[in-house]
Structures are given as C-alpha cells and as structure tokens.
C-alpha cells in the first residue's frame, strides 16, 4: 500500500540552535517541495490482523493517521485467556524528499474505554527507526469504573527529537500494545480498552517534523 503525504510546515517549534534577532522576523521551518511517500510494508500482531490496519493522510496534511478496526484488548465475560493483552507492529518505509529528514514530533492517541470498579487498563507505544537504539516511549493508564472515549496527546521536546539520519533508508517502526487487568473487578462483567477506528474518529496521528540535512 502507497500513501502520498502532502508536505506541510509540521514542525511543532522552532528547530534552529541560534537564537534569533529581536528585529528579525522568526524563522520558519523548512518545507520540502516534494510530497512524502509512505510505504506500509508490514503489520503484525494480535491487535491488527491482516487488513484491519490502514495509514491514511490527516486532513490537515501534515501528518499520518493509522487506524485499526480490530484493536481491542478485554477480559472477563466472553473473553479468551489471551484477550487481556493485544499489540500492533507496523513496518512503515517512508520515503522522504531529498535534502531533507524528518521525525515525529506529536502524536495524538484515541480509543474508547468499559471498565469495571477494579479493573485496570493500559496502553503503551514506541516507535523507532531501524536499527537506531533510542526509541520514543509513552504508556498511558486507565482505571475503573470507567465508560467514555479517551484521548492522550505526547509532544516530544524539541531538545529530544529523533531525526532519522540525513541520505538514510530505514523503516519506521511503530508498536502499539493494550493491557487490560481484571483486577478487583466482578469477573462475570466484561471489561476492555480499544484503539478501534470504525467510525473514522478514534485513531492515532503522528505529526511530523521536518529538518533540513
């Protein structure tokens, strides 16, 4: 599958080390004439069986969306053994604009939550470039009763951004993983997390941001 992202100016801050005169106007982030080709190259894992995961353009045009429709993780009434715990791996080869790299800077988490007094949930994300050893971490949690949509926004510092190193190739690698703990909970109530993204609204959005080599 091959998604055209239209290049924008995605950077969150300013990228530039020096610090700008007062009289100057601020500098702009650099923006590549080319458009972004993402690749998906793979998806593996309980929680997006094959064709249930899907990377798509954001309406804003400066970032990606991947979307699931099966990602979800639960226990108790109705559930297997092995639903306490889903997660997703995605291989994404993202083809950047010469002259140019570039990192996430933001991404916006969504789901829907059903837990029971007692029970526990939470949800945890890296992403990484391969064969690069830092990796970009966040894990969210969850605690019952609860019964609602939720929604977690990570921001990477600036200071803290992970460029993929300028004339490199590598996949970008993004791992998701839901847990759900019964807990204290009445085990004959069943409780979940989701990540699912039937209706077009509850998705994750990786924002970009953009460097010059």
Known sequence: MRIALATGAALLATLAGAATPASAAPARPPVPSDDMVIDVVSANGSGCPLGTAAVTVSPD????????????AQVGAGAKPTDFRKNCQLGLNVHVPQGYTYAIANTDYRGFAHLERGA??????????????QTTKSRNTFTGPVDSDWQRTDTVAVSSLSFLPCGEQRYLNVNTEL????GSSDKKKTSFVTMDSTDGNLDTVYRVAWKKC
């Open 179 to 182: 847990r759900v703990a019964a």
């Open 120 to 133: 526990s949930a939470t949800q945890t994300a890296f992403y990484y470039f391969q064969g690069e050893r």
């Open 61 to 72: 045009n400066k970032a990606f969306t991947v979307s699931y429709s099966e990602f979800t």
